[in-house]
């Protein structure tokens, strides 16, 4: 069975939208686009680095597949599994693009996404893509956050975490500050949600 691992810049309030530029994504009125920039240095460059070179593929939402497909294929020393990887992209408005090995996947996004998690392959990488990942809280799918947490409070934007997501436990399995104050922390799942009394 294949993990599923959802990668994600967050704010301290929990916005994950447009984190690495100004136009990336203004949807809602976001202006706030490139808010993870000013926090980036050697020790964030190498804990992203460690994250790419993990076997993957990659499930995307349409908009991060449109803004990988214009700029990884161009960068492709920087980060040459994504060039290798299989794409899988939740989109019911695009059916195909020249960035390849490619599959698009449509209608009931949730039931074919628990499919390919069943079946054989590298575990599922899912970058940025909030909309989403939305779809992945809500059906239970998701088995691991990758987060790198930012020392910024937002207001406003689309967040990790919304209405109709599944309670569960995490635990913490890797962590990091760097010196910049970005906390570099995964998490992966260790079942119900646990209660007590103080």
Known sequence: ????NVLEFM???GVVQAPGGRKEDPSGGFEY????????DAA??????????????????RKTFQI?????PKHGDIWPGAQTATKYVASNTISSSEWKPNVF??????GK???????AGPDLHVWGSANLVQTLLKHDLV????????PVVLGKGKKLFAEGTIPVGFKVTESSVNPKGVIIINYERDGAVQTGDM
């Open 1 to 4: 069975m294949r993990k599923l």
């Open 11 to 13: 704010s301290l309030d």
């Open 33 to 40: 686009g490139g808010w993870s920039t000013p926090h980036g």
């Open 44 to 61: 964030e460059g190498a804990a992203m680095k460690k994250q790419m070179s993990v076997p993957a593929d990659l499930l995307l939402g």
């Open 68 to 72: 990988f497909e214009n700029f990884w």
């Open 105 to 110: 996947l449509n209608g009931d996004i949730a």
């Open 113 to 119: 996404i628990k499919t390919l998690k069943g079946g």
């Open 143 to 150: 088995d691991a956050l990758w987060l790198k947490i930012f």
